[in-house]
């Protein structure tokens, strides 16, 4: 994967599907989020989590707020983004992790954590960002 320029937000939050108005939300909501002027692929990827986790729950997806501002840093301490594809995302409460799971993957919400299939949210990116 060729290396990303710094995307700004307002470009992201089109690239990730999210409106101005949900990004704001969320940069607002989690505080250590603060998004830079220019976001990192890892970024783009952790933002890709957080507007797929919040269209799933809805408003329940705050329950994961502190875990899906720790998947930022998950996210920016890999150095082999583009190797993701049969990984998932773990978030919870006040975690998060980045996994690889064998077999089938399955989204779904628990009580205590979510998991977040990384394959069809990096091949959108890479549709949108390096078409």
Do not use: Q, Y
């Not at 990730?16 to 989690?30: C, M, S």
Request: charged share 25%.
């Amino acid at each position: 994967m060729a290396p990303v320029p710094g995307i700004a937000p307002a470009a992201a939050s089109e690239i990730v599907g999210l409106t101005p108005a949900e990004l704001d939300r969320w940069d607002k909501a989690i505080a250590a989020l603060r998004l830079a002027p220019s976001l990192t692929f890892a970024d783009l990827l952790a933002l890709a989590v957080v507007a797929d986790a919040s269209h799933r729950l809805g408003e329940r997806a705050r329950d994961f707020e502190l875990g899906l501002c720790r998947l930022f840093v998950a996210m920016a301490d890999r150095a082999d983004l583009e190797r993701l594809d049969d990984h998932v995302a773990l978030v919870g409460r006040d975690f998060a992790r980045v996994a690889r799971l064998k077999g089938d993957h399955i989204s779904c919400a628990g009580d205590g954590f979510l998991v977040i299939p990384l394959g069809p949210i990096l091949a959108g990116l890479r549709d949108r960002v390096f078409a």
